[in-house]
């Protein structure tokens, strides 16, 4: 349903998740409206289906034509938070 990635925010590299449009109606089962709930109904999903914990609190958030995704803490050099 998701996937996790690395994207730069930045000169740090963040972990992040992104969801595409077509998993985040499954989730609402409607489009998302750009509400809070909306958000938080797809972060408990996201928590339910294993995401990591960070997701209940990420540090930021994006949409775009693609879909939706949550940033989460940066990576140390050695790839770890």
């Not at 730069?8 to 998302?32: D, N, T």
């Not at 938080?40 to 339910?48: D, F, H, P, S, T």
Request: hydrophobic fraction near 40%; proline fraction near 6%; charge should be negative.
């Amino acid at each position: 349903m998701y996937r996790e990635e690395r994207i730069e925010m930045g000169e740090a590299l963040h972990y992040a998740v992104f969801l595409p449009w077509e998993a985040v109606e499954e989730i609402l089962g409607r489009p998302h409206e750009g509400s809070a709930e909306d958000d938080e109904a797809i972060q408990g999903r996201l928590l339910e289906e294993g995401a990591p914990q960070w997701v209940a609190h990420p540090e930021d958030g994006w949409v775009d034509e693609e879909g939706w995704g949550l940033i989460g803490p940066a990576l140390l050099e050695d790839g770890e938070e």
